[in-house]
């Protein structure tokens, strides 16, 4: 039998003064049971944060919040209530690294509440954190309770934090996009911890998320939120199956699915426009003198061909050594060893003024829209910069170019005079883009070219690079952890793994087939946003996996053996 | 798929100005400064009497309608002498830190630029030259030089180039790690539109906040200079001579030292408070 644990209702938050207030959260209400697991969706700007933050009591001070939020027979909204924040109600933060103090060890951090809160005395509390770190699944609690934050991995961090919130034992926890830092191997387990917890004690779950794959696998019910309004609310089928709000079905179809077949033709192999081969960088943990640091293998003895015409993935967890690869194709990181030909040059070997002209064939788009473009230099000046450096149009030509290239990305030739901080992400992505098709490159590199963006602006972003790669007949290698995106733009994939390709083919073939088992554990992981599909436990990652030649399991299929 | 696109634009933030007159510390410290420079422009109108003509008045009058500052032991009008002297702080504060500042952001920006033996060489040096005060290495300067007010002024300048160069530096690097540097090397830029298109644009604002605070230092060091007589000369109206020259008759006539003092102390503040308004109008607007 679920009771209802918080009830909230007509809860509204402005910001600023009466006069010139702007609304952040109009009139939410939703109630939070036993053992549920509530879902709170919306993009960037929805007011989904700032939800958490009221009930919290964490509201920045310029802030004023309305309504009611019924909890233990108290308020948490009424003036001059503090809620019971640890002890009634847990809070998780989406950056493990930051909400735990560097300096402390994880015993001292995870004993610290349970002594304040008068819980326990200090060795009832030491034994209740070992015991409950193994709950949550670190093996050997005993040592970890002397471990430092930053000897553990984001994973453990997270499964860390939620030792720390459920050992006060609240009755609700919410998740402040809990899993959204973390690798998707990561992201289930952490997610399958927290659906055991809920489940085995029954507290009320309240999670916020803007990935609709979390949601689908996750919630029993669903609240979406956008500009601060509640657009749609109901069961998770409901939401999934019938939405009967506009922006929902929007969001809905904006979401890729890994299991969405492929849109585009594949193109039939082509000429190699670019080969590497054997490809070693190793980093060093420290520069000059003193004991040299751990040594970490970015790339290990790759070797890659991309054909003309194609879109080739490269996927893999962080660390993995992908972006790196980018990295060393556009000479920003120097390899160790190994070469890269381009055409018949060697890009490794090229140097100075030739190197400078051998650029222009390979771009880039980065991931961060916000970091990636010059701060100080107008919009126009930057798509120009690639077209005078090239010197590839004539000072009458520039002024036109730049507005075609403007329009061609969706925006208009007027904004070649602003600066980029008067744009928001998507449009700073789209002039990114317009400044790398800019100069007629032959391969582009995009490194998680929409992760920073919201969903409904990454479907945008990713039309208009299909589009142009059709029009503009573009190469390009696509650096990206979401196995559902790659699944939508990509002709051929790369699995890496520790600066290894461990499996190579054809994207439809390594979806619905992976031969390599960590490929499997990768797609078996990756959250599905449909709610009728909820998977049983998943195959746990175990330590080693082949990480040899590849040999070729099918045409145009290798994999490690 | 409809592509419809967003193509409004956030309103345009408040502009430079507007921000800085906005900021108390701005205003006051634009105001104070625009003042001195008003005098130093406008100082043989401003100034009731020949700076330095002796005997105007009597020896040691103290403020009076007459002479609203006073005159000192040769019977020099003290505000005629303040306001000439306004000329040659501002040229001190501006000189030296000119010398400071371009001679650091070069080493700066070349050497997080360029990395590798050029890097350890200039920080090297830099941070060796660091180890000295700032006032040994002017006072050496001018020991080889000779006293004299413009030697005054290029030892206060080699003296602040460390500091300059450091600052310079470690803003500098942060910039070249940006994603946006780097897509500028990806498209093929040259060293030099590297250095002068993208990292000294970026740069620029953190070394103008820099720089105002600086002309304090500069200002204040160069009166020291001229306190203990390695700077300007008599009969030069320059402050921190003058604060040095009346040192004897503090008893006697107070108003001599607290004037110059006085007059300093309002510079230097003046400068801070620019400063300071200016390094919160400065602030790129990224992302609110």
């Known amino acids: 039998m679920s009771t209802t644990l918080l009830s909230v209702r007509g809860l509204s938050i402005t910001l600023g003064s009466d006069a010139r207030a702007t609304s952040l959260l109009q009139d939410v209400s939703f109630d939070v049971s036993t053992g549920q697991i509530l879902s709170i969706v919306g993009e960037s700007g929805s007011g989904k944060s700032m939800t958490a933050k009221a009930i919290m009591g964490l509201l920045p001070p310029k802030a004023n919040s309305s309504g009611i939020a019924m909890f233990r027979g108290q308020n948490l909204l009424a003036k001059n209530t503090t809620p019971p924040r640890g002890t009634g109600i847990g809070l998780i933060f989406q950056e493990p690294m930051t909400a735990l103090t560097p300096v402390l060890t994880i015993g001292s951090q995870l004993t610290e509440a349970i002594v304040v809160h008068g819980l326990a005395d200090i060795n009832a509390a030491h034994r209740r954190a070992i015991e409950m770190l193994d709950r949550v699944g670190i093996p050997n609690p005993v040592q970890r309770m002397r471990q430092y934050p930053h000897e553990l991995s984001g994973g453990m961090r997270q499964r860390v934090m939620i030792a720390m919130m459920m050992l006060l034992e609240p009755d609700i926890l919410i998740a402040d996009e809990p899993t959204t830092a973390l690798d998707v191997t990561v992201q289930a387990q952490i997610l399958d911890l927290l659906r055991d917890i809920v489940f085995d004690t029954q ?69 190699v426009i670019l080969s590497a081969r054997n490809l070693h960088k190793t980093f060093r943990g420290q520069r000059g003198v003193g004991p040299a640091g751990p040594k970490t293998k970015a790339l290990d003895d790759v070797s890659l061909d991309i054909w003309h015409g194609e879109t080739l993935a490269l996927v893999g967890e962080s660390g993995s050594g992908k972006s790196t690869l980018g990295r060393v194709l556009l000479r920003l990181t120097e390899a160790d060893q190994g070469t890269v030909e381009l055409g018949n040059m060697d890009l490794l070997a090229l140097t100075g003024a030739q190197l400078r002209l051998t650029r222009r064939k390979i771009q880039m788009i980065f991931q961060d829209p916000y970091a990636s473009l010059d701060p100080r230099q107008s919009v126009g000046a930057a798509i120009l910069e690639p077209i005078i450096i090239q010197g590839s149009a004539t000072k009458s030509d520039r002024h036109e170019v730049v507005s075609e290239l403007l329009t061609r990305v969706g925006l208009t030739p007027e904004m070649a005079n602003r600066f980029p901080h008067e744009f928001s992400g998507g449009q700073r992505q789209r002039i990114a883009i317009a400044r790398a098709i800019a100069s007629g490159p032959e391969l582009i590199i995009a490194d998680e070219p929409t992760s920073a963006l919201d969903v409904s602006i990454q479907a945008q972003i990713l039309d208009l690079l299909a589009d142009l790669k059709q029009e503009k007949k573009l190469t390009m290698l696509f650096i990206s952890h979401d196995l559902a995106v790659v699944r939508q733009v990509a002709d051929r994939v790369a699995v890496m793994r520790q600066g290894r390709i461990i499996e190579l083919g054809p994207v439809d073939a390594v979806w619905s087939a992976p031969r390599h088992p960590y490929t499997k554990a990768l797609i078996d992981a990756a959250p599905v946003p449909d709610p009728h599909r909820k998977r049983g436990l998943r195959t746990p990652l175990t330590g080693s996996f082949s990480t040899g030649k590849l040999t070729e399991v099918a045409p145009g299929h290798w994999v490690a053996s | ?161 460390p500091f300059y160069a450091r600052t310079c530096y470690s803003a500098a690097l942060v910039e070249t790690s940006k994603p946006y540097f780097e897509a500028s090397i990806s498209i093929g830029s040259s060293p030099g539109r590297l250095l002068f298109f993208h990292l000294l644009p970026n740069v620029l604002p953190t070394m103008i906040v820099v720089a105002t605070l600086g002309v304090s230092t500069a200002i204040l060091a160069a009166a020291g200079l001229s306190f203990l007589g390695l700077g300007a000369q008599p009969p030069t109206s320059e402050w921190g001579y003058m604060l040095a020259g009346s040192r004897d008759y503090i008893n006697r006539a107070p108003w001599l030292m607290t004037i110059p003092g006085l007059a300093i102390a309002v510079t230097v503040l003046g400068f801070n408070l620019l400063g300071d308004g200016l390094r919160t109008s400065l602030d790129p607007v990224e992302r609110k």
């Not at chain 1, 509640?230 to 179809?253: C, H, K, M, W």
């Not at chain 2, 003042?35 to 422009?41: D, E, P, Q, V, Y």
């Not at chain 2, 002498?81 to 000189?95: F, P």
Request: with cysteine; proline share 4%; charged share 15%.
């Open chain 2, 1 to 161: 798929m409809d592509t419809k696109v967003d193509t409004s634009v956030h309103a345009s933030p408040l502009g430079f100005w507007k921000r800085l007159l906005l900021s108390p510390n701005g205003i006051v410290g634009l105001v104070i400064v625009l003042g001195l420079i008003f005098c130093a422009i406008f100082a043989e109108h401003l100034a009731p009497h020949n700076p330095a003509k002796m005997g105007t008045g009597g020896r040691f009058l103290p403020p009076n309608s007459d002479f609203f500052l006073g005159t000192d032991e040769f019977g020099r009008d003290m505000l005629s002498r303040i306001l000439y002297g306004s000329r040659i702080t501002l040229l001190i504060g501006a000189v030296a830190v000119g010398i400071s500042l371009t001679i650091g952001m070069l080493i700066g920006m070349l050497a997080a630029f360029r990395r590798g033996w050029i890097e350890a060489i200039l920080m090297r040096s830099t941070d060796i030259l660091f180890s000295f005060t700032e006032t040994l290495i002017a006072l050496s300067f001018v020991a080889v030089l000779g006293p004299s007010l413009q030697n005054a002024v290029i030892a206060v300048g080699v003296a602040g180039i």
């Open chain 1, 203 to 271: 507290i009320g779950l309240i999670l916020i998320t803007h990935d609709m794959g979390v949601v689908a696998e996750m919630a029993s019910d669903v609240i979406v939120l956008k500009a601060g309004q509640v657009v749609e609310a109901g069961s998770v089928q409901q939401i999934f199956d019938a939405p009967n709000a506009e922006y929902t079905r929007a969001l809905l179809d904006a979401v890729p699915s890994i299991e969405a077949a492929h849109l585009q033709p594949l193109s039939t192999k082509g000429t």
